[in-house]
C-alpha cells in the first residue's frame, strides 16, 4: 500500500468529545481501552458545553389542576347560592330589605236596635320598634335603649326595664317589637315630635344621637264603649290580642272582626324607599252587628238592680225584659257589672253575665208551670177547691207554707194568689193515677218551658240548668219540684216562661242579635226564631188571669208591683239559695215575674236577687219594686197605652 504522510491528509476528519451516554444504553468498553477520566475544563478556545434543563410540564401540569380545582369550588359555590339555595338567600335579603307589616281590619260596632253605639272602633296605633337601630354601631353609644327607654315609658305607660329588655333582645338580628299596643292618635303625637326635637339636636350636635329613630308605629284600632258599664255583661269585651275575651264581643269574633290585610315595602334605616315600590292587600273591615236591646230600656234595668242590690246588701242580681211578642231581648242587666273599656280596675268576680251564667231555685216564679200542667190537663180549674192545712205530711218530709197558718179553703188560683207550697203539691198530685205518673207529666212541662235546656241564644258559658229526668228524683224532689226547689234554672229561662204565658202559650226562643250590616251597607236580617206550643191559647188566658190575682188582689203576695193604670199579671218567688262556695243552703233567692199588660201583653219583666241581707228577703217585697220601676219605664218607652179593661178578679178562697 502507499503510505500518505501527515501533510497529505488535510481532511482527515478528528473525533469530537465523546457524547454522555444515557443510563441503560451504554456500550461496555471495548478490548484494550483506557480507562474513563473525569471529562476537564474544555481546551481554550473551545465551543462551551450545553446543559440542558429539566421539563417544566409536570410543574405546568400541576398548577393546572390547583386553579381548576379552585375555580371548580368558586362554580360550585356559585351554583349552590345561585341555583340550590337561592330562595334561602333571597328571603334572608328581604328579611333585612323589606318590611311586612299588618293592616289591622276594623272591627265591626255594636249598636242597640235603634243604631245608638254601644261599642265601637277608633284610630289608634301600636307603637313598634326595630332593634338593630338601637346598637352601639348605630347610635355610637352604648346605652341607646335605656335612653328610649326612658323617653318612652311615661308616654307609654309602660316598665322602663321592660321596655329596655326588648329593644335590646337576645336574638340581635331581630327586626320588629312590639312596645305598646292600640294606643290613641295622642300619644303617637307625642312620641313623633320628640323624634323630630332629637333629629334636630343630632343634625346640629354630630355627637348627639336620635335614640327614637328606630321607634315607629303601626297603624291599629281600640274599642271603646261609650256606655261605660252599660250591657257589659251582654257586650262582653277586647282583649290584648284584639279578638274577642267574652260576651258578644267573643261570640261574635268571626262577623266583628273581618280579615287583616298587609303591606311590604323596601325599608333603609327605617324609612321607606318610595321609588322601590311597595305590595298592599287590604284589610276587610267586620260587619257591624244591631242588637235587640233598647239602650234606654237597659239603662233603667241596670239602674234598677244596681240600687237594690246595693241597698239590700246582695251578692248580685238580675233582670231581664222581653217583647212577649217576639222573644227578642230589650234589656239584660246584672249587678255588679265591670266597665269592659276598663278591666285593668274591674272586679274578676264580676266579669260574665249572671243572667245566663247562674243557675239557682227558682222557688215560687215556677209555680206557673205547675198550674199550667194542671189547668192543660184538664184536672182542676181556677175555681177548683184545694182544702190546704198548715202542715203536710208527704213521702220523708213534713213540708208548710212560709206562714204559719190555720187550714185555708183556697181556690186553685188562690193557691197561686197566696203561693201555697202545699196547696200546689195538692194539685199536681192529680196529674196522674200515681206520684210517679204525676212526675212524668209535670216533667214533661218542664221540659216544653225550656227548664233544663239552653236557651238558643248560643252565648259564651251559658248555663242549661239543672232538671233531673223524673226517674231520679229523690222523694224529696218529687214534692219540691212542683213548687221551685230541687231544680235550677238561669233567669233568662225564668223570664221566658211568663213570655210564653203571655204569647198565648206559644214560646218563642229569646233572640239578641236582629240582624247585621257588611261593609257595603247592606243589612241581613237574623234567621227567624225557633217557635213551639207549650199550652193552649185558652190555658195562658186563663193562666194570666190568676197571675192578675197575685198582684191585683189584696191576699196576693205581689202587690208591690202594681202599676196605676195598668193590668200587671206576675208571681213571686223566695226560695232557699245554694252558696256557691259551699255547695249548702243558705241565704234566700228572692224573684219576681210578670208582664204587662194582663189582657194584651207586650213587655215581660223578671228580677232576682241572691242573698239579701238587710231588710225583707220576700220576693214581693224586694223585687216587686223594682218590677214596677222597670215595667213602667218600658211600657211608657215602647209607648204602650193602658188596655182600659177590667180586670177578671177571679176568686181566692172560698167558704166551706
Same mark, same amino acid.
Given at each position: ?30 478490548? =484494550? ?193 261609650? =256606655? ?17 275575651? =267574652? ?63 246595693? *241597698? ?29 273599656? *276598663? ?14 251564667? *247562674? ?205 196605676? =193604670? ?91
Amino acid at each position: 500500500m502507499t503510505e500518505v504522510s501527515d501533510r497529505e491528509a488535510p481532511h482527515r476528519r478528528v473525533p469530537g468529545p465523546a457524547r454522555p451516554v444515557r443510563s441503560g444504553g451504554r456500550r461496555p468498553p471495548g478490548p =484494550g481501552a483506557r480507562p474513563a477520566r473525569r471529562p476537564g475544563p474544555p481546551p481554550r478556545g473551545a465551543a462551551p458545553r450545553v446543559i440542558r434543563l429539566g421539563s417544566p410540564r409536570p410543574r405546568l401540569r400541576l398548577i393546572a389542576v390547583a386553579l381548576t380545582l379552585v375555580l371548580l369550588a368558586f362554580v360550585v359555590r356559585l351554583l349552590q347560592v345561585q341555583a340550590v339555595d337561592a330562595g334561602t338567600y333571597t328571603a334572608k335579603a328581604e328579611l333585612n330589605r323589606y318590611v311586612v307589616h299588618t293592616l289591622a281590619a276594623e272591627r265591626g260596632g255594636i249598636t242597640d236596635r235603634n243604631g245608638v253605639a254601644l261599642a265601637t272602633t277608633v284610630d289608634a296605633y301600636d307603637i313598634t320598634a326595630d332593634p338593630t337601630m338601637f346598637t352601639r354601631e348605630r347610635l355610637k353609644t352604648g346605652d341607646g335603649p335605656e335612653q328610649a327607654a326612658a323617653l318612652l315609658a311615661p308616654i307609654l305607660g309602660e316598665d322602663q326595664d321592660d321596655l329596655v329588655a326588648r329593644l335590646r333582645p337576645k336574638n340581635t338580628e331581630l327586626r320588629y317589637v312590639r312596645l305598646a299596643q292600640r294606643q290613641t292618635p295622642q300619644v303617637w303625637n307625642q312620641i313623633k315630635d320628640l323624634k323630630k326635637a332629637l333629629t334636630a339636636k343630632a343634625e346640629s350636635d354630630p355627637k348627639a344621637a336620635n335614640v327614637l329613630a328606630g321607634v315607629f308605629a303601626d297603624p291599629s284600632n281600640k274599642r271603646i264603649y261609650p =256606655g261605660g258599664d252599660l250591657a257589659a255583661g251582654i257586650l262582653g269585651w277586647v282583649s290584648a290580642d284584639g279578638k274577642g275575651g =267574652g260576651g258578644l264581643e267573643r261570640q261574635l269574633e268571626g262577623t266583628l272582626a273581618g280579615k287583616d290585610g298587609k303591606i311590604r315595602y323596601a325599608q333603609s334605616g327605617g324609612r321607606q324607599v318610595p321609588t322601590a315600590g311597595s305590595t298592599e292587600t287590604p284589610a276587610v273591615p267586620g260587619s257591624d252587628v244591631e242588637l235587640t236591646i233598647d239602650r234606654d230600656i237597659q239603662w233603667a234595668a241596670q239602674d234598677a238592680i244596681s240600687r237594690q242590690v246595693a *241597698d239590700s246588701g246582695a251578692d248580685e242580681g238580675y233582670v231581664i225584659v222581653q217583647d212577649t211578642r217576639t222573644g227578642e231581648i230589650l234589656a239584660m242587666a246584672d249587678s255588679p257589672g265591670f266597665d269592659p273599656g *276598663d278591666l285593668a280596675h274591674a272586679d274578676p268576680t264580676a266579669l260574665g253575665n249572671g243572667a245566663l251564667q *247562674d243557675a239557682y231555685e227558682p222557688g215560687s216564679t215556677a209555680k206557673v208551670m205547675s198550674m199550667a200542667a194542671v189547668l192543660e190537663e184538664n184536672v182542676a180549674t181556677p175555681g177548683t177547691h184545694v182544702v190546704v192545712p198548715n202542715r203536710l205530711h208527704r213521702g220523708d218530709r213534713l213540708f208548710k207554707d212560709d206562714v204559719d197558718h190555720a187550714t185555708w179553703n183556697l181556690t186553685l188560683n188562690g193557691v197561686l194568689a197566696k203561693s201555697s207550697n202545699i196547696g200546689t203539691i195538692l194539685a199536681t198530685g192529680q196529674l196522674g193515677k200515681t206520684q210517679r205518673e204525676a212526675n212524668q207529666v209535670l216533667y214533661s212541662y218542664l221540659r216544653k218551658f225550656g227548664i233544663g235546656g239552653y236557651s238558643g241564644l248560643g252565648f259564651p258559658g251559658e248555663t242549661k240548668g239543672i232538671l233531673a229526668p223524673p226517674q231520679q228524683w229523690s222523694t224529696s224532689q218529687q214534692y219540691t219540684i212542683p213548687f221551685g226547689q230541687g231544680v235550677s234554672l238561669n233567669a233568662l229561662q225564668a223570664a221566658s216562661v211568663y213570655s210564653t204565658i203571655a204569647n198565648g202559650g206559644l214560646r218563642t226562643a229569646p233572640t239578641l242579635v236582629r240582624g247585621t250590616r257588611g261593609a257595603d251597607g247592606g243589612f241581613t236580617k237574623a234567621p227567624e226564631p225557633d217557635k213551639r206550643r207549650v199550652v193552649s191559647a185558652k190555658t195562658a188566658k186563663t193562666l194570666a188571669q190568676m197571675l192578675e190575682s197575685v198582684v191585683d188582689d189584696e191576699q196576693g203576695t205581689g202587690t208591690k208591683a202594681r202599676i196605676p =193604670g195598668y193590668r200587671v199579671a206576675g208571681k213571686t218567688g223566695t226560695a232557699n239559695r245554694v252558696d256557691p262556695a259551699t255547695g249548702k243552703y243558705h241565704g234566700y233567692t228572692s224573684s219576681f215575674a210578670g208582664f204587662a199588660p194582663a189582657d194584651q201583653p207586650r213587655v215581660t219583666v223578671y228580677c232576682a236577687i241572691q242573698n239579701a241581707t238587710r231588710g225583707s228577703h220576700f220576693g214581693g217585697q224586694i223585687c216587686g219594686p223594682v218590677y214596677k220601676q222597670v215595667m213602667e219605664f218600658a211600657l211608657k218607652t215602647l209607648q204602650v197605652p193602658p188596655t182600659g179593661a177590667p180586670p177578671a178578679r177571679l176568686p181566692v178562697d172560698f167558704t166551706s
